[in-house]
């Protein structure tokens, strides 16, 4: 850039600084949230400051204590209040007042928490504050304005009464007055513009959750969520237990009875049969709950490489196909021509998702029904593998809640597939461990599509 052009450069980056202010809509919003510091603060001490000393003598009194409960309430009300008026009109990045999980203030205990929390008393101080920002806002804008407006006032009256043709002096004096007044009132837009800054870092500072406390309620809430999810585990498995175990029991007690009060169909055989399907279920509850253990504990340990992806899914409808054409009807296939994909994979969990959905579509397609597994790239750097059949469908308030551990669909609609609802939990886990991921469409009565992705290599 050349000397005159970077000296005019610069002029027009002073002229940005000086003038700019004038041109920005959040200069006046602060100049107004500034106006009205001075009405609202002294709402907030006369109404406080009255309440807390009335309450505070006639404390000895249940009435002083309820007054006292009443000013707490008010002021935290109006502390949200104000820290929505300072991110609405100062702009202020102001954390949240509390966790959204909290109830405050609604019984003994949500009181006492709230006593003991900082927020709580600065944000009282903070109130308390505005008052005196107000008095200094108002006399501050009051005198510059005034300033300003007489020193462009004047010159108008002296023109208005034409006395200037005696005395062309004063013309420029004039003009440097009127220069004078815009001037001032730039300077009030300046420093109603400092002021406003420096008060919504004070609002930051005094109207939000600070960042430890926030910490603190964050690991709060997921201790107690973890303690949830524990509770809920081990009345799920107890439950899942129970029927099962229950099963073996009746059969072997069966067994064990003299042959003549045995029922007449009590075969040992038959009976033997139900009592191995049950521990084999047993025996695959304990290997899914052993996998969502792993996940939890983050070692969901999977050996990723590069898979081609079309074996895959031609080992996977080669293992069901003949099973499903023969116990239930349904064609399990894959498109004549698979394209040429590879994906990063753990080749064994891959395969356990995939048989997962193709289990599941064939358990949920009505006789003559058809489940394709196809393969499709997703541009810039991702495949997709789908599982899509023609079966009985997904209401759209199960389609997320499928994935849930221990969720089972209406059995009314479903079939009684055996499984325990953990399934799809722990297949969308192992994708997502593999840096994929595992989602559903579906129509009720025309049938779904589960999509697993995987990183291309
Ligand atoms: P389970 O092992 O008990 O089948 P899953 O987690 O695999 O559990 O499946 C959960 C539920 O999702 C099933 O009870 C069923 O209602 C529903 N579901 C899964 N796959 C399909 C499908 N292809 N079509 C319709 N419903 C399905």
């Known amino acids: 850039m050349s000397a005159p052009a970077a000296a005019a450069w610069d002029v027009g980056r002073i002229a940005v600084a000086v003038f700019g202010v004038a041109a920005r809509g959040r200069t006046y919003t602060r100049l107004l949230y500034l106006l009205l510091s001075l009405p609202l603060g002294l709402f907030y001490v006369l109404l406080l400051g009255s309440g807390m000393a009335l309450g505070a003598l006639l404390a000895i009194t249940g009435v002083g204590l309820l007054l006292l409960l009443g000013c707490l309430v008010a002021a935290w009300a109006f502390a949200l209040f104000e820290r929505e008026l300072a991110v609405t009109l100062l702009g202020a990045d102001v954390p949240p007042m509390s966790a959204p999980d909290r109830g405050l203030l609604a019984s003994w205990k949500g009181l006492i928490g709230h006593l003991g929390r900082s927020v709580t008393w600065k944000s009282m101080a903070f109130l308390i504050l505005k008052f005196p920002l107000g008095i200094v806002v108002a006399t501050a804008t009051g005198l510059l304005l005034a300033g300003s407006v007489l020193l462009i006032t004047t010159p108008l009256r002296i023109l208005n009464e034409s006395s200037w043709f005696q005395r062309p002096v004063l013309l420029p004096l004039m003009a440097w007055m009127v220069l004078l007044g815009v001037a001032l009132i730039l300077l009030a ?4 513009n400092w002021i406003g800054l420096a008060w919504a870092g004070l609002a930051r500072i005094m109207l939000g959750v600070a960042q430890e406390e926030r910490d603190l309620i964050e690991a709060r809430r997921r201790a107690e969520a973890a303690e949830r999810s ?9 439950h899942e237990l129970r029927t099962p175990i229950a099963s073996i029991q009746g059969h ?13 169909d009590a075969t040992p055989d038959h009976y033997l049969k139900v009592v191995s399907g049950e521990t084999h279920r047993l025996g695959a509850l304990v290997e899914e709950l052993l996998d ?8 969901l340990k999977v050996q990723m490489r590069p898979v081609a992806l079309a074996a895959v899914v031609r080992s996977v409808v080669a293992t069901f196909a003949p099973m499903a054409r023969r116990e239930r009807l349904v064609a399990v296939a894959h498109p004549e021509a698979l394209p040429d994909l ?3 994979a753990d080749p064994d969990r891959l395969t356990q998702v ?3 959905l193709v289990r599941n579509a064939v358990t949920h397609t009505p006789e003559g029904g058809a489940v394709l597994v196809s393969l499709a790239s997703l ?12 079966g ?14 221990f969720y089972r669909g209406d059995p009314s609609r479903s079939r009684d597939t055996g499984g325990f609802g953990l399934g799809l939990a722990i297949a969308r886990e192992l994708a997502e461990a593999m840096g994929g991921s595992l989602t559903v469409t579906s129509e009720p009565n025309v049938g779904s599509t589960f999509r697993v992705t995987l990183r291309q290599r």
């Open 189 to 192: 837009l300046h420093i109603a």
């Open 230 to 238: 524990r509770r809920e585990l081990i009345l799920n498995v107890s």
């Open 252 to 264: 072997v007690d069966t067994l064990l009875l003299p042959p003549e009060d045995r029922p007449a």
């Open 292 to 299: 969502l253990a792993r996940a939890d504990a983050h070692e």
């Open 342 to 344: 590879v994906g990063l």
């Open 354 to 356: 995939l048989a997962n």
């Open 379 to 390: 541009p810039p750097d991702r495949v997709a593998i789908d599982v899509a059949d023609t």
């Open 392 to 405: 009985i469908g997904i209401a759209p308030e199960d389609r997320e809640r499928i994935f849930e551990r």
